[in-house]
């Protein structure tokens, strides 16, 4: 660090632990500075943070892949039980195990293609033809409607109108009202 420069601590003036970002070009400069401890980085392709997925293009492919992937065996395993199940029940079970996994973090998938979010859409499509025991060939939209359901475009935007909605009244947790009101 040059000794011209604030330390980072002082700048921050006891508003918590202070992390540091290191970018390519701090990385590269960091790394030929000769006063400077060495740094090292491993190349990753995918990261996860709280249960997400961040692929290195940040195109949440593998986030979809795994939630998908989950979802279907979570509804597989329903399937073989159905028939022992109410239907309130099931609706419950599906409710719980396969459309909780879909919706958690939706909002950080605000932007992905449409590709991904046809994936994400056909594991409700599969979940409301079993709680509805539809054939694959009938229209998905009215067994939707009558869930209540809406699709993972309208989910998304939903959560954002929703987390928006909750900065305007200071309700929001700390970390959102720091970065949109900043």
Known sequence: ??????AAA???????????????STYHSARSSSHR?????????TVRD???YIDA???????????????????HQLCSVRRSLTRHAL??????????????CISVLAGIS????????????????????????EHITPLLRELHWLGVPK??????????????PSTAPAYVMLTAFS
């Open 57 to 75: 293009d940040v195109s949440m492919r593998t986030h979809v892949t795994i939630t998908v992937t989950a979802c279907f065996l979570s509804l």
């Open 155 to 168: 989910r998304i935007q939903f959560r954002l109108c929703a987390l928006g909605y909750c900065c305007v």
């Open 10 to 24: 002082e700048l921050v003036e006891n508003r918590g632990p202070v992390v540091r970002v290191c970018t390519a």
């Open 37 to 45: 401890q060495r740094l090292s980085a491993a190349g990753v392709s």
């Open 91 to 104: 609706l419950t079970l599906v409710r719980a195990l396969v459309v909780s996994k879909v919706d958690y």
């Open 50 to 52: 709280l249960g997400v």
């Open 114 to 137: 449409g590709s991904l979010q046809n994936r994400l859409q056909s594991v409700l499509n599969a979940a409301a033809r079993l709680v509805c025991s539809a054939r694959k060939s």
């Open 1 to 6: 660090m040059d000794e011209s420069q604030p």
